[in-house]
């Protein structure tokens, strides 16, 4: 845990470890481009910046406590600069 904890970029795997979200549901926000990831060149590997994809999971996860579906969520996001 501690060498998760200390990336810089860490793996779909990780990041569903450190979230307690489920895989399956980070794989489908990646796909709906609401996670942003790089991709090593050849191996494909999609890495996750740590920091960062842990707070969007966080609020993401947050807003559907909220009841907002994921096109409100998604809108969101694009409406916000950052």
């Given at each position: 845990m501690e060498t998760i904890l200390a990336s810089e970029y860490?793996?779909?795997?990780?990041?569903?470890m450190l979230t307690g979200c489920r895989y399956?549901?980070?794989?489908f926000y990646t796909?709906?481009?609401?996670?942003s990831y790089e991709q090593a060149?050849?191996?494909l590997t999609r890495?996750?910046?740590r920091k960062?994809?842990?707070?969007?999971?966080?609020?993401?996860c947050a807003q559907r406590r909220?009841?907002?579906s994921v096109q409100?969520?998604?809108r969101l996001l694009c409406d916000s600069p950052g």
């Amino acid at each position: 845990m501690e060498t998760i904890l200390a990336s810089e970029y860490i793996t779909i795997g990780e990041l569903a470890m450190l979230t307690g979200c489920r895989y399956s549901t980070l794989k489908f926000y990646t796909e709906e481009g609401m996670l942003s990831y790089e991709q090593a060149e050849q191996n494909l590997t999609r890495r996750y910046r740590r920091k960062k994809s842990v707070e969007r999971v966080e609020w993401i996860c947050a807003q559907r406590r909220e009841g907002r579906s994921v096109q409100e969520i998604k809108r969101l996001l694009c409406d916000s600069p950052g």
